[in-house]
């Protein structure tokens, strides 16, 4: 059985940074493009970025370029994602999902990562 | 503002039907397949209908979906009470080369 575990959420401050990562189990994870999507409070689905099976070609929403930078590692079945200058409006529950666009797509149980003073 | 267009709500009785649409444009729905998602209160969405109309194993034939030129649909047939959910579409854009979702839709069974 899939199995994606979301870690390394939080409370923050703003300016601050959080690295999240999601732990992949019960698939091929070298062989899966892998996203991140979070979710604010009482809103809507949110696309934030996505990385390729092999992590050589990443996607970045505009509203997190050059804040936060996805990567993994396949020898450890990990995806990560690093957020620097977090700002009020990042906080959210931070999902990761494989193949998220495809008949695979599989989500994990979320994360809440919480900005704020 | 979301890059895909739904309506915010929709409703309908135990038993009737009901279509939620989803409004895009050339570079998202026009050049690439939809997926839907339902979302429960308090849980991760859940896929419902992906390359436009293929259902996963699991998901009952009373969903279905359907896509033309810039838009596609998911109708949902016989509500059930437990059919109370969001329900999202989502894509690739290859303008914006990222997924782009709708803003979600609410739908209630009175």
């Known amino acids: 059985e899939v199995h994606l575990l979301e870690s390394g959420g939080g409370l923050v401050q703003p300016g601050g940074s959080l690295r999240l990562s999601c732990a992949a189990s019960?698939?091929?994870?070298?062989?899966?493009?892998m996203s991140w999507v979070r979710q604010a409070p009482g809103k809507g689905l949110e696309w934030v970025s996505a990385?390729?099976?092999?992590?050589?070609?990443?996607y970045y929403a505009d509203s997190v370029k050059g804040r936060f930078t996805i990567s993994r590692d396949n020898s450890k079945d990990t995806l990560y994602l690093q957020m620097h200058s977090l700002r009020v409006e990042d906080t959210a529950v931070y999902y990761c999902?494989?193949?998220?666009?495809?008949?695979?797509?599989?989500w994990g149980q979320g994360a809440l990562v919480t900005v704020s003073s | 503002q979301s890059v895909l267009t739904q309506p915010p709500s929709a409703s309908g009785t135990p038993g009737q039907g009901v279509t939620i649409s989803c409004s895009g444009g050339?570079?998202?729905?026009?050049?690439?397949?939809v997926i839907w998602f339902q979302q429960l209160p308090g849980t991760a969405p859940k896929p419902l209908i992906y390359?436009?109309?293929q259902r996963p194993s699991g998901v009952p034939d009373r969903f279905s979906g359907s896509k033309s030129g810039t838009s596609a649909s998911l109708a949902i047939s016989g509500l059930q009470s437990d059919d109370e959910a969001d329900y999202y579409c989502?894509?690739?854009?290859?303008?914006?080369?990222?997924?782009?979702f709708g803003g979600g839709t609410k739908l209630t069974v009175l």
């Open positions: 999902a494989r193949d998220l666009l495809s008949a695979t797509v599989h």
């Open positions: 019960g698939l091929t994870f070298s062989s899966c493009g």
């Open positions: 990385v390729s099976e092999s992590g050589a070609y990443t």
């Open positions: 050339y570079s998202n729905i026009g050049s690439h397949s």
């Open positions: 390359f436009n109309d």
């Open positions: 989502a894509t690739w854009d290859v303008s914006l080369n990222g997924v782009v």
